[in-house]
């Protein structure tokens, strides 16, 4: 580690599940904002010990939906009842009956890409590095070893003070993480 | 923090002694305005449609109970077992409707038209066609099958599930698997079949592929929402309480979500369709249903069975929240109405009525059946005691015993 580099974050390294969550819910209860946990695989009941909210991804795939079901009815109506008017069966030049199946669709395609959509921009993705993957003990994140991390961007960070909040949860390997 | 919590979690008992009697009282008032519908001849038709509306509401708790129980069977899920038992207790309650069924049996020859032609031999092209199935014999063999199948698998299912409760027996669940195999196969044939014979052949003219789904639909949702209700409350009198957590409670609503959107799918694509294809063998079905108050009714069930439900159970945090209480109640009043929808323009084509008979069979009919649920719960344990699945549903891990074995002639624990 150079002396010149900005720090990223602390890195505290845990062997089980179970220390992560203790730990998780120490960090949460000590008010930090920007940190995250790693793990190999989905713990049942870390977004709580993180006290995370739900996403907001739903809202952008509402909204991606509300969009596609109005793009469909106008443009079913721009085309049939205005545009180009064709009269079949002597039905109605719009009825909301006709355009539904093909709104639908359009409800659920754009609410498929206002989730993904969402989903990339909540989480700022793509992008073509993250300060961790510098990190050499991280690579262990997709093998056995369970991780946290919390920037030194939040306002609660202090050097000393956040590695003394990270002792205290047991952990054997905490590492400053270079920018 | 989690914010929200299910609103039973903490808090303690309901005092419901001054209820307890309410079954009871409900059935004898409606049992005797119903007895005054069924003697005067003036009455007799209104009293025949009131009691087929609710035997069919009643018919779609015992076959929503039934679903659940087969569905957790064929997933093999550990989820739904605290719930298994009051789904196994609605399903058993199919046989009591087998003497409901007695009135519907006698005015048959009045509610459906059919009947009536085929006794006189009026020539009739629609009938001509259907007449393998819609023929008098076959009316009452299609009964007395369905009810013999549902009584057959209900009781089955049930008794097995009962037989781990003392035994704790894997057999038991291979048992209630395979049952549910043929079940699954039975539930879709028996349910197409009387939905057809009781409600759909009022007006046998119809065609309709969808139909039996769409009442299967309405079930499953009014079922998963009575669902949500019994297990919320046994959750807060005690019975649950250790055993139905935010998981159970969290599906439950994700599924009575899903089945929301299901039944607005296939009652959309069932109208859909008649429309698009403009046909007077059909329409003329949907023609009588937005006459008068129809209108409104079509209305309610669009926005009452579909958008409002659809918008509150949205959010992923309601599914745990008590909107589930008013949405559950609900539920009934729009399962009611959609039945409604279904059975009574033929009586009442000028636009809906609310007839003091629907009240009364509706009470009589319920209230027994609340009676004799509620008799079924009192004799059985309120969730299943043994289930092998038990521990992974309540998250915890139990080795298996080969591994334990394992463990210990290799020396012990590592």
């Excluded at chain 1, 609410?111 to 993705?125: P, S």
């Excluded at chain 2, 069975?305 to 008590?322: A, E, Q, T, Y």
Aim: glycine letters at 6%; proline letters at 6%.
């Amino acid at each position: 580690m150079s002396e010149s580099s900005k720090l990223y974050g602390l890195i505290a390294e845990f062997d089980t599940p179970a220390a992560l969550m203790h730990a998780a819910e120490k960090v949460r209860d000590s008010g930090f904002r920007k940190w995250d946990v790693f793990t190999p695989f989905p713990v049942h009941g870390m977004d709580k010990a993180m006290g995370m909210r739900n996403s907001k991804v739903g809202w952008f795939s509402f909204i991606g939906g509300a969009t596609g079901y109005l793009t469909g009815m106008l443009m079913i109506w721009w085309m049939n009842a205005v545009d180009y008017a064709i009269p079949v069966g002597g039905k109605p030049m719009f009825s909301p009956h006709g355009a539904f199946p093909p709104s639908y669709e359009l409800t659920i395609l754009f609410g498929a890409f206002g989730a993904i959509l969402g989903m990339l921009f909540l989480n700022r993705l793509p992008r073509l590095h993250h300060p961790l993957l510098k990190h050499k003990r991280f690579a262990l994140a997709t093998h056995d070893r369970f991780f946290i991390v919390i920037e030194t961007s939040d306002p609660k960070f202090s050097g000393t003070d956040t590695r003394k909040l990270l002792e205290s949860t047991g952990s054997k390997h905490i590492e400053g993480v270079e920018d | 923090m989690s914010s929200h919590s299910n609103p039973s979690s903490s808090a303690t008992p309901l005092d419901l002694s001054k209820w307890r009697p309410l079954p009871m009282r409900l059935m004898v008032v409606g049992g005797v305005l119903a007895l005054i519908g069924l003697l005067k001849p003036d009455l007799r038709e209104q009293f025949a449609f009131s009691w087929l509306l609710s035997f069919m509401f009643f018919l779609s708790l015992c076959m929503g109970g039934w679903f659940l129980v087969l569905l957790h069977h064929l997933f093999d899920a550990s989820w739904s077992v605290p719930i298994r038992r009051v789904n196994e207790n609605l399903a058993c309650q199919v046989r009591w409707l087998i003497p409901l069924f007695l009135p519907i049996a006698l005015f048959a020859p009045k509610m459906y038209p059919w009947m009536g032609l085929s006794l006189n031999h009026t020539p009739d092209h629609a009938l001509h066609a259907k007449e393998s199935l819609f023929n008098i014999p076959m009316f009452y063999l299609v009964s007395i099958g369905c009810f013999f199948v549902w009584w057959f698998f209900t009781t089955k299912l049930r008794f097995w599930s009962l037989e781990q409760d003392r035994t704790g027996s894997a057999e038991c669940t291979h048992r209630m698997r395979k049952l549910s195999y043929f079940g699954i196969f039975s539930f879709a044939i028996t349910v197409t079949l009387a939905v057809i014979m009781w409600m759909k052949s009022l007006q046998h003219q119809w065609f309709s592929t969808m139909y039996a789904v769409y009442f299967f639909a309405g079930s499953v949702w009014l079922t998963i929402a009575t669902v949500y209700l019994i297990t919320l409350l046994l959750k807060r009198q005690g019975p649950l309480r250790e055993v139905m957590q935010e998981t159970q409670f969290y599906f439950l609503g994700s599924l009575l979500f899903a089945f929301t959107v299901f039944y607005a799918y296939i009652h959309f694509s069932q109208y859909f369709i008649i429309w698009n294809a403009n046909i007077p063998e059909e329409t003329f079905w949907y023609v009588l249903r937005e006459k008068g108050s129809w209108w409104d009714i079509g209305m309610i069930i669009i926005f009452g069975h579909f958008f409002l439900p659809f918008l509150v159970l949205l959010r992923i945090d309601v599914k745990l929240s008590w909107l589930m209480i008013p949405v559950g109640i609900w539920a009934w009043l729009m399962h009611f109405i959609d039945l409604s929808f279904n059975i009574m323009p033929i009586i009442h084509p000028d636009g809906f009525v609310l007839h003091w008979l629907d009240l009364a069979c509706f009470a009589f009919i319920g209230g027994f059946m609340v009676q004799r649920y509620l008799k079924d719960y009192a004799a059985y344990p309120p969730y299943p005691q043994k289930d092998p699945r038990f521990s992974e549903t309540m998250g915890i891990h139990v080795p298996p015993v080969s591994s334990r074995e394992a463990a210990s002639a290799s020396g012990g624990a590592k």
